[in-house]
């Protein structure tokens, strides 16, 4: 087993693990600061896969994250001026007509962005703090709340151990950092799956333009099934369909996909493409999605948790990054408050930020409510999906 000391200089050393869109954002903070600051990622550097696994190939940022953005310099330049304004939602009825829906007054909106493209914007960001180094192929293990030595596997099975002053899980819903919290008293912890999985569909440009108007978040709301389809900047749009898993696996041929969209898609059919659609529908089985809550975000003065691995949120508030993105501003105004003194910044983080998580986590699923009068079914109030902060 390899062993490195990471401590260089006198600075602080901060191991943040996970290098997703958090993670990566939240090393430029702490960069900032000027502490040394390690992050770690089991990916390979995303900046030079030919494949970039995601959970939603886009996103809408909002308000919140904007702000979180702006923080670190990187607002206007690299991630607005790639972004899509949606101005509205714009809602497809079975019969194909059209309503748009403002998201607020003239003028307000949300941007629709490349989830690939922002984290790697991100990465190079953080990149350029001399004080900061970013390590791929490093996949954590195990660490200790004592001395804060973390065990990271490595692509050819061997084992490397560094040591932080401060480790900042960022490493998502499934959080390798918060299996330790896992095991102490008095940690809250729940976790629940929807009954709901995801599918994306690509929707192509015709004739070299968008297939339908860009400047919107379309919705197709039906009942137990929603599809909502997001603008990308090769004029694509992204389309999401949500459905229950056991509605998914009923469709397993070709033609039981164009019958199900020709009683409740229409409109999408000619749009997506019938050949395109038989195709794609079976590309990818239907993905999971969970809600998971947990308090406090803290261990002593060692570890934090941030992003998905301290609140994964459903998807149906357009928040769960907008939220982690404001996670490290919160973290770094205490930081200010505190003199970035760990010891009181860790527990004021997770007094001031679980209560305001934990209702982003509310707020998204009372987006998907449980109807049990509705044949005991789950169902979209999804009218509200996607809202401005
Ligand atoms: P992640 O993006 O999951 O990143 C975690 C990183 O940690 C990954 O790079 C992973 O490889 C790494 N990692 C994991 N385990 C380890 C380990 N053991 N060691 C080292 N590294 C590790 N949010 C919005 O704000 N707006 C939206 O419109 C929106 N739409 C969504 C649509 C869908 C379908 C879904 C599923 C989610 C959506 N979200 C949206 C939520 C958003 O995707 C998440 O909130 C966001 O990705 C959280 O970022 P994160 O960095 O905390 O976690």
Redesign the pocket.
Known sequence: MEESALRREDKKVVAV???????ALNACFFAKRGFEVEV????EDIRKAKVVK???IN????HR?RTALKHVGMEDKQIVSKGIPMNARMIHSLSGKQSPIPYGKKGQYILSVD?ANLNKELLTAAETYPNTKLNFD????DWSAETGLMT?ARPHGSKTQTQADLIVG???????VRKQFLRRSRFNYSQTYIPHG?MELTMRPRNGEFAMKPNYLHIWPRNTFMMIALPNLDKTFTC?LFMPFEEFEKISTGDEVIEFFQKYFPDAIPLIGAATLRRDYFRLPA?A?VSVKCSPYHIGDKCVL????AH??V?FY???????FEDCIVFDEIMNQFNEDFSAVLPEYSRVRVPDDHAIADLAMYNYVEDKNYNNSYFFVFINT?IQQ
């Open positions: 693990v996970g290098a997703g869109l958090v993670g770690f990622e089991t990916r995601g959970r939603s996103l809408a940022l909002s994250g989830r490093h996949k954590l293990q990271f960022c490493d998502g819903a499934f959080s390798a995801y999401t993905q999605m941030m992003g998905d691995a994964a949120v998807p357009g928040q769960g990054m907008n939220a982690g996607l």
